[in-house]
């Protein structure tokens, strides 16, 4: 059985290439398509496939998925291209004979009030259309959109956001690209919401690091719009930190919140502990 996982040269994409090798995938059997194949001499290394596949051209799609019988889709970064894009894989893969598609989708796409929401319901739409046998990998959101904060958070004592107390069920990517590797090990159909098992709150989070640190970090709410010009001043694209913002925003009313348990029970282990995440991120 071949397994194709697009986007591999990615933070996701590597870790579920791992996590499938690591449940016993034999290597020669992965295939990783990747938008430029000078980035992927690891995966080499590692005796997968490497395969060329642009979103952007579709005429490479339907080479690279050629003989695939599950492939794994991570929703590609370009917000507001992506619907395109998802569109041009998900005919690539019905023109190649794909069997299963699994995609990385985002906590409850369907009700999601979230500005990143919309793209991933439209792609779920055209999986359900396509007559392809598919799991829905919705995917919470990740600690590690935290780090590149952590590091001003502990200089200036301060962690910002404006989440206010909202519980955030965030896990790291790797718990993330584990599940996706059981899902497509299983070829199991069907819609998973995935979170981390200890939501916390960004007070919370300030806490963990001044504990880590060993200095003070108190949590300092703002209104959505100020922390958006925050993000700006930080260096972020406009609609990025929009984009951000609006998420911290919409955390405020649980919107990334979860008590199902469903990530834990599919990689058969407790989801890792913010402490771990964040020690490993203060590591890196
Ligand atoms: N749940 C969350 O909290 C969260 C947070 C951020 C993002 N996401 C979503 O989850 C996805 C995976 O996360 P990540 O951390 O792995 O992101 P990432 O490191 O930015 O990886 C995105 C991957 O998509 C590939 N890609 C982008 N445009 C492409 C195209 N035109 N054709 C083929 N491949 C293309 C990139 O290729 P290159 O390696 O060549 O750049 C990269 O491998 C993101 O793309 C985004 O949709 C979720």
């Known amino acids: 059985m071949t397994i194709a996982v697009t986007g591999a ?3 996701l994409g590597r870790l579920v290439v791992d996590a499938l090798i690591a449940r016993g995938t034999d290597p020669a059997e992965i295939v ?20 060329e596949a642009d979103y952007d051209r579709p005429e490479s799609l339907v080479t690279a998925f050629e003989g695939v019988d599950r492939l794994l889709l ?3 970064n370009a917000v507001g291209q992506r619907v395109p894009q998802h569109t041009a894989v998900i005919e690539a893969a019905k023109a190649a004979g794909v069997g299963f598609i699994a995609y990385t989708s985002i906590l409850r796409a369907d009700t999601s009030p979230l500005g990143l929401a919309p793209e991933h319901l439209a792609t779920e739409q055209l999986l359900a259309a396509s007559g392809i046998p598919f799991a829905l990998l919705r995917n919470g959101w990740y600690v590690e959109n935290y780090a590149g904060s952590f590091g001003p958070a502990i200089e200036q004592g ?11 069920a965030a896990a790291t990517r790797a718990d993330f690209a584990e599940a996706a590797a059981a899902v497509l090990i299983s070829g199991e159909s069907g819609i998973f919401e995935l979170a981390g098992d200890q939501p916390f709150t960004l007070s919370e989070l300030a806490a963990e690091l ?8 108190a949590y300092q709410d703002l209104p959505v719009p100020d922390y958006a010009a925050a993000l700006v001043g ?6 990025f930190a929009g984009l951000l913002a609006d998420t911290d925003g919409k955390i405020q009313d649980g919107h990334l919140d979860d008590s199902t348990g469903t990530l834990s029970r599919l990689i ?12 490993a991120a203060l590591k890196a």
Do not use: N
């Open 9 to 11: 040269t990615g933070h």
């Open 32 to 51: 990783a398509t990747v938008r430029d194949t000078a980035k992927a001499a690891g995966l080499l290394a590692q005796g997968v496939q490497v395969r």
């Open 74 to 76: 991570i929703s590609g």
């Open 158 to 168: 301060t962690l910002y956001g404006a989440a206010g107390d909202g519980r955030i």
């Open 210 to 217: 001044a504990k880590q640190s060993g200095k003070p970090v």
């Open 234 to 239: 930080a260096g972020l694209p406009e609609g």
């Open 268 to 279: 058969g282990r407790p989801t890792t502990s913010l402490a771990d995440a964040v020690a």
